[in-house]
């Protein structure tokens, strides 16, 4: 992968930003999204935000390498401190990460989300844990994909603040509600893996000599909203 053949993750995230979008790109690595998106002239501006000294610098290196320093701006930054005002960002990617990451990095910057119009995020885990700061942070969730590449399967949220506050089910957080909708093949297969998976938990940890009767009584109603999910009972 680099800036002119994005992942399919990464070009998934990408059709979420708004042509001709501010976008600050948080844990940027080597800056590849918004370079790949100024490249192509779909966006007016970026800041490429990264904590770490190694990826800054590739990132760096990077934006100067393709001729980009008018339009892409590398912060080395920890979360949402890389952006200013004067920046004027509506977008703000967050890609790569855990959820539990992602919601930090919202919560800890949150006086920077003034003006956002829009989030584009793509959690590693912890997806339903991201859900439920959006939806008590008062965000609409807009769309969702779900997209496997490399043996990974990847969901992206793209959320948007609302006026009013939105509710959404324990079993929507878990799935994602414009997942749900659509569901499909990878939809599918992600979540009959997690069911083999939690199975296989299950099965060793009752071998235990005091069996955890709750965590075990909640792995299997886990397990029930996900052959509810699948519109499957055998799981
Ligand atoms: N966003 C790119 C992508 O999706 O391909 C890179 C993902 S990479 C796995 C995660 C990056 O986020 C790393 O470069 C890491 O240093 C950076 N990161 C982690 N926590 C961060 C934070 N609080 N602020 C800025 N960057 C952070």
Redesign the pocket.
């Known amino acids: 992968m680099d800036e002119k053949h994005l992942s399919k993750r990464?070009a998934t995230v990408a059709s979420y930003v708004p042509a001709g979008a501010r976008m600050a790109?948080?844990?940027?690595?080597h800056a590849y999204?918004p370079a790949a998106l100024a490249l192509t002239k779909q966006i007016s501006y970026a800041v490429a935000?990264?904590?770490?000294k190694g990826?800054y610098e590739n990132a760096v290196s990077e934006i100067r390498g393709h001729g980009l320093t008018d339009v892409v701006k590398p912060r080395l930054a920890?979360?949402l401190d890389a952006i200013t005002p004067s920046d004027r960002i509506d977008t703000v990617v967050i890609?790569?990460?855990g959820g539990t990451?992602i919601a930090e990095?919202l919560e800890r910057g949150k006086q920077h989300l003034t003006g956002v119009h829009r989030l584009v995020l793509?959690p590693n885990v912890g997806e339903a844990r991201l859900r439920r700061w959006l939806m008590t942070n008062r965000y609409q969730i807009m769309a969702e994909q779900i997209v496997g590449e490399d043996d990974h399967i990847y969901e992206i949220i793209v959320a948007e603040p609302s006026p009013v506050p939105f509710k959404y089910s324990d079993y929507e957080l878990m799935f994602g509600p414009h997942l749900l909708e659509k569901k499909g093949p990878v939809f599918t297969a992600k979540w009959q893996d997690y069911a083999k998976r939690q199975r296989g938990i299950i099965a060793q940890i009752e071998q235990a000599q005091q069996v955890p009767v709750t965590r075990i009584a909640a792995m299997k109603q886990q397990l029930a909203l996900v052959a509810e999910a699948l519109d499957d009972d055998k799981n």
Do not use: F, H
Not at 25 to 29: L, R
Not at 49 to 52: A, D, K, L, S
């Open positions: 990464l790109d948080i844990g940027s690595d999204l935000g990264e904590v770490v990826p920890d979360g890609a790569g990460m990451l990095i793509q």
